[in-house]
């Protein structure tokens, strides 16, 4: 069976008649549904050429050089080798909605900029991405530990610029968490103090 054979039976199991595809998904929190002729289409295509996010680049095609990195369902995933069957019903999340605020930049975009990070910039979009299910998954990184994830290829070798904007962010989340952590034991605390107070009290008068 020929290629373009394979990729009709593909279509029609998919769907079961001739024509387009409805496919369903979420992309950056929204919902998607993409008309669509090939469900092995890449991911990557459809982001650039179909939805208009540019974000995403093309590298190497073989899901090596990490340029087309998005998170699929909050993991790391190579767009260019992701056929768009593969996201039904699924979320996907680019570049373009990293930072939950559209006034703002996500904590690891700003600590790009305050290393500077980007030299050509062509593969920071899959380094951020990266990074960022790096820190979702493990909030303080060991330098051993970027290094293991952080395997995208940049030919600008900005590498330790990278790996320093990383720990800069994983370093003050650390400190949010011990704050939070400290304001939890002052209130848990202060309601010991409350609860015991009226018991003091009485105790005080009765002597």
């Known amino acids: 069976m020929g290629?373009?054979?394979?990729?009709?039976?593909n279509l029609s199991a998919y769907t079961g008649t001739k024509g387009t595809v409805n496919i369903s998904f979420t992309?950056?929190?929204k919902p998607v549904v993409l008309k669509t002729k090939d469900v092995t289409t890449p991911l990557l295509w459809i982001l650039r050429d179909e939805l208009g996010l540019k974000g995403t680049k093309y590298g190497c095609g073989i899901g090596r050089c990490g340029a087309c990195s998005v998170h699929l369902n909050g993991r790391l995933a190579r767009a260019c080798s992701i056929p768009i069957s593969d996201t039904a019903g699924h979320a996907v999340n680019t570049i373009e909605g990293l930072?939950?605020?559209s006034?703002?930049?996500h904590p690891l975009q700003k600590a790009w900029v305050q290393h500077d990070v980007p030299q050509c910039g062509y593969c920071q979009a899959g380094q951020l991405m990266a990074a960022s299910a790096l820190l979702s998954s493990n909030p303080t990184p060991t330098d051993e530990e970027i290094d293991t994830h952080m395997v995208?290829?940049?030919r600008c070798g900005t590498y330790l610029r990278i790996k320093a904007a990383i720990k800069s962010v994983a370093s003050a989340k650390a400190l949010q968490v011990?704050?939070?952590?400290?304001m939890q034991l002052v209130k848990r605390h202060t309601l010991i103090e409350e609860r015991d107070q009226p018991q003091n009290d009485m105790q005080e008068t009765n002597h």
């Open 3 to 9: 290629e373009h054979a394979s990729k009709q039976k």
């Open 27 to 29: 992309l950056n929190g």
């Open 99 to 101: 930072s939950d605020s």
């Open 103 to 105: 006034r703002d930049l």
């Open 152 to 154: 995208n290829i940049c």
């Open 178 to 182: 011990e704050e939070l952590r400290q």
